[in-house]
DNA sequence: CCGAACACGTGAAAC
DNA sequence: TGTTTCACGTGTTCG
């Protein structure tokens, strides 16, 4: 593949087209006379100097679709922006890593800011969403069997929670669930206020 | 900075050493006449593709140490190699991330395993820990009132619930739960295997 | 003046 | 065959 040294190492002898620029003449002869440039060893280590970084350059690039010159840069061109995409696509996904894994933490954290509260003020949200469907959540200091007595009453309500979520903790208790009004049950709809302020009355009986 | 463009377009005339190489010198003529090579302008149009090249690969590089031949190469390989190293660092983050993140969707997926076995077969695990404490775990396909119903069947045990978790989905209740048996209860502590046969037989007659 | 960097034209080899 | 690519030596410019 290396292409063969030419050992050509003859003379060249240049002449101006109308005034004679010559300068590293010799003056004596106008006959072919051996000279060599002054800066003929500097430029070849300036050669071989550049022809090693472009092999330095070549033996970094994954992928080289021709060993000349001009392909080799080619090439590095194509593969610094392959490697800038790259860049840009793996920075993009662990940012949204990022932001989705702190949301996480996030409400972790606000859970926990809860249970350090010690003690809970308790708290209850009935929101209607449609039908005979609600949402509601719960927060209230446990105390024994208090979670029972809640079951009873929401029992009692009416009510069947589907889709319902329990948090326990340091004595706390957080619940959040989708509670469905029996079909059968007598009587008619409450009002979500009213679940609201039974279930508050409930559990400040505690 | 840059360069002026040298015009010397004056001749060149080899000369061999010993023995006259020369191919496409004009045989009339000994004396200086113009001759042009043949490869004269695709030499000029090479370099000046490669010459491009460069530019172009200059371009992408961000830091220009010289503006010379041989530097543009050379920060063109220290920047590659820098790309390199970020894409390794961003891999290795996002692989990091990736793991921390399976690992909470892998519970997930389990739970989503077990959603999608459709009809759940009911499953009641009692361990007992120390002293009144026990350990429960209860599995179930949900129906009416079964939650409320299975609450007060725990609390005629004698139990209280602490640390409770319960999960609903797709109609079926996963319960783990740190169970205390009540002090003032009468009559004293069963046995975790008839805790275990009385809770399995209410949940069968749901 | 000297060293470094460059464009140039050329012969030769490779495809 | 011709076209392409390369290394070479050189003149020139700039610091």
Redesign the interface.
Known sequence: MDRVKTEF?????????KMD?RKNVDQNEDE?R?FISKNLEAERK?RK??SD??L??RS??PIITNMT??TI??D??T???D??K??EE??D??QQ??T??AD?EKTNSEEEDIKKWGTITPEVQVNHISGTKLWIKIVFQ?K??S??KL??A??VLGF??????????RGAILITSSAEF?ENFHGGLPDADQIKKFLLEIIRSF
């Open positions: 190492n003859d003379l060249c002898i240049t002449e101006g087209s620029k072919g051996k300036r100097k550049l970084r472009q330095e350059l970094l690039v010159k001009a840069i080619t590095a061109i593969y610094i922006e490697l800038k790259t860049v793996l920075t996904q662990l890593m990022e989705t894994c996480e446990k024994r069997g979670l029972t079951m009873e929401i029992n069947d929670l589907t889709d319902t979520s329990i948090t326990t903790s029996a």
